[in-house]
């Protein structure tokens, strides 16, 4: 029988991540439209971090008859404890395996790997016959005719897609249960679901560096394929979802999106998607979104309102709009036939703040916006730079807030009409986008994190994930998680809550809230407010504790005992 394994690289695009705690759609459809043609099949999924942590386990993939590798960032991604596939790391595990076949899907087969030195790696692995094959098309399409050839690869045609959303309705229910074999199941996985691909821009050939108007207009999922899908991963034990793999969540089934640029929402669909997700998935975790046009938001504001309201009314909190900016300075926005302008972008931002920011039951703010600003497009000058920090600043002087700044370089992507120009801007504009990036982090990140969480605020359910030197860093878990550094060496892979008690550039500085002042380490206890290093060392000697009381009267002074109080415990 078939011996078939999965290898997930992970894959990040513009609209769909795959990253854990993330796990994208690619591995669900591929196990689904493999299990469609036999549920008996013997089919094992791992990813890289296993691979990374236990290289003996290549046995898996050795004694696979065929592979599937899911690889490609076609975005730059900052991540903490995991990242993609490397196109050298995966050279090195696949030119030792010879007996299976080996088929390369997900960005990395479609445009290539990007990154330094693309070219010449992407050479060195067509040279090298690393892969059998490369799928061009959609691979739980074409994945569905090669088991059916019986592994026979000259008879599909790599560039085959789907006829429709709904082709792969029964891949997605039939695959959801390979979550249980990712590393991260259940408590710690994030599902992404799609609710459609193809933008309503392709008719006016889209963004110059994307490559979503190639897929062309939308193809929406019908609600009860969402909503049945999820059921299912409901079931098998997922408690995070987030519906990120779209363009623009407010345009998910807008009418006339294939003769429409900028198509009008539809407040009432999006009311029976959350809805119904809410009824299959009662108590569910996270629930959060990703990507939305501020055009849409700025032409639409009546529909958009409501939709944002919806949003939050069955979400989790700490929930972002990604906004796809790209760039403030008209010349740029021309040159790339952008999506929005400054005025676009302003009204949105406004909207969403008006509606998303107060604080939610988890200690994040409802709904707010996020901003990706992308360098290295045509018609930028240095005065572009200059341009877009003081958009910034108005925002920052108008007291509204952003969730997230990102802030990239274009990666060329095969297809696009920004490929021609490749990274000449982004040489010639090297020195300007690094001060760019620090002059932000200094005078904008700060003080808009500032802006958004009191100090003292209570963080819920932050998982820590990574020990760097004395600092344990951990985050929520949802759609773009604020990164939390606590001082001291906490246990990682549990759930705290945390109290906030300062600000980095991108980041907050929490102590776990309450903090038993019995079992707390050093560091921790050193990072308490009006604690230094003295005051640790005697707090230390002095233990056990056994009240308030007791505490106050070892301490050397009432008044700033009292105020430690209100950060520990004494069980
Ligand atoms: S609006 Fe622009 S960036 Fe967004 S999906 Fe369409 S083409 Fe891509």
Same mark, same amino acid.
């Given at each position: 029988m078939n011996k078939i394994t999965i290898l997930d690289g992970y894959i990040d695009e513009p609209t769909c991540l795959g990253v854990p705690p993330f796990i994208s759609p690619y591995p669900r459809y591929i196990a689904g439209s493999i299990w469609n043609f036999d549920k008996n099949i013997n089919l094992k999924y791992i990813t890289i971090d296993q691979l990374r942590k236990?290289?003996?386990?290549?046995f898996i993939l050795k004694k696979s008859d065929i592979i599937f590798i899911i690889a490609g960032s076609s975005v730059p991604g900052k991540y903490l404890s995991s990242y993609p596939a490397s196109p050298q790391e995966l050279i090195k595990i696949f030119t030792d395996i010879n007996k299976s076949k080996k088929i390369l899907c997900g960005p990395a087969a479609k445009y290539g790997f990007t990154g330094p030195g693309r070219s010449k790696i992407n050479k060195i692995l067509s040279e090298n016959n690393v892969f059998d094959l490369y799928i061009k098309g959609d691979c739980e399409i074409i994945i569905s005719e090669i088991i059916k050839n019986k592994n026979d690869l000259e008879k599909v045609d790599t560039f085959k897609k789907r006829k429709n959303a709904h082709e792969i309705y029964n891949f997605s229910l039939l695959g959801s249960k390979i979550v249980m074999q990712h590393p991260n199941f259940y408590n710690q996985l994030i599902t992404e679901i799609e609710t459609y691909r193809g933008c309503s821009r392709s008719i006016t050939g889209g963004c110059s560096f994307c490559c979503e108007p190639l897929k062309g207009p939308p193809d929406f999922r019908p609600i009860s394929d969402i909503v049945n899908e999820i059921k299912k991963l409901y079931k098998t034990g997922i408690r995070h979802f987030r519906l990120g793999n779209q363009p623009c969540i407010f345009s998910?089934? +807008?009418?006339?999106s294939d003769k429409e640029e900028f198509p009008k929402p539809n407040p009432k669909a999006l009311l029976n998607l959350f809805r119904g997700i809410r009824n299959v998935a009662p108590n569910l975790l996270t629930l959060h979104i990703d990507n939305a046009n501020p055009r849409i938001i700025s032409k639409y504001p009546k529909e958009c309102k409501e939709i944002a309201k919806t949003i939050i009314k069955y979400h989790t909190p700490g929930d972002v709009a990604a906004?796809?900016?790209? +760039?403030?300075d008209p010349l740029v926005i021309k040159n790339n036939n952008l999506k929005a302008d400054a005025n676009d972008v302003y009204n949105a931002i406004k909207l969403l703040n008006s509606i998303g920011s107060n604080l939610g039951k988890n200690g994040m703010p409802e709904l707010l916006p996020g901003i990706n600003l992308l360098f290295g497009l045509k018609g930028e000058t240095k005065s572009s730079y200059k341009i877009n920090f003081e958009f910034l600043n108005k925002i920052l002087d108008n007291k509204l807030i952003i969730r997230r700044l990102n802030i990239r370089q274009i990666i060329p992507i095969p297809g696009t009409p920004l490929y021609s120009i490749s990274n000449k801007i982004i040489k010639k504009h090297k020195t300007e986008f690094r001060k760019f990036k620090k002059k932000v982090k200094e005078n904008i990140e700060k003080q808009i994190l500032k802006k958004m969480l009191p100090l003292g605020n209570i963080i819920s359910n932050v998982y820590t994930e990574l020990h760097i030197g004395n600092i344990t860093f951990g985050r929520q878990m949802g759609s773009y998680p604020l990164l939390i550094g606590i001082p001291g060496k906490l246990p990682l892979n549990i759930k705290i809550n945390v109290k906030i008690i300062d600000y980095g550039f991108r980041s907050i500085t929490a102590l776990p809230f309450p903090l038993d002042i019995n079992k707390s380490n050093r560091t921790t206890i050193r990072a308490?407010?009006?604690?230094g290093r003295k005051r640790a060392n005697r707090i230390l000697l002095n233990r056990p504790y056994s009240s308030k009381i007791e505490f106050i009267k070892k301490f050397d002074d009432s008044k700033i005992a009292k105020q430690v109080l209100e950060y520990i415990t004494f069980n």
């Open positions: 236990n290289p003996e386990k290549i998910y089934m +807008s009418k006339d906004f796809g900016v790209e +760039s403030i308490i407010p009006s604690i």
